[in-house]
């Protein structure tokens, strides 16, 4: 799948109602070898910030996925190294990662494709840019 279509399925996925990480991960499943039903229940209790309005979904499926495209998960640094370089690539665009300060931050910077396909939809918005910078991310790898 190209980024377009990774982004549309994590927002198709969103309208069904489910959550941030459940999105991401059901969008790049095949990514982590997962089918739709374990990416599902991997991300059911990530929603709403791990169940406290701690890190959102959006941070935390895709570092679960970046896990994934590691040669040697058992490389510290070289897992660290991607982790901080998606964190920052989200931070630019939504300058926090908890969900409960997104939820209320009016600040964002959501990617055009986000703004076109999530509309006002505030966390589909997060799920769609979110999308790119794996998409991206995932390439580089």
Do not use: W
């Not at 996925?13 to 739709?36: E, H, I, K, M, P």
């Not at 991300?43 to 040697?72: E, N, Q």
Request: proline share 4%; glycine share 10%.
């Amino acid at each position: 799948m190209n980024k377009a279509e990774r982004c549309h399925a994590a927002m198709d996925y969103r309208r069904q109602g489910l959550n941030c990480s459940q999105c991401l991960l059901a969008a790049f499943r095949d990514r982590a070898g997962l089918t739709v039903d374990q990416a599902m229940a991997l991300g059911a209790g990530m929603g709403g910030g791990v169940r406290c309005g701690s890190i959102c979904g959006a941070v935390s499926a895709p570092v679960m996925l970046l896990g994934t495209a590691c040669p040697d998960p058992t490389d510290r640094p070289a897992v660290t190294a991607v982790v901080k370089e998606y964190q920052r690539r989200f931070l630019e665009h939504f300058h926090r990662m908890d969900c409960r300060e997104l939820l209320r931050a009016q600040d964002l910077e959501p990617s055009e494709l986000a703004l076109e396909l999530a509309g006002g939809d505030h966390c589909g918005r997060l799920i769609v840019t979110a999308a790119e910078l794996l998409t991206d991310m995932l390439e580089e790898a």
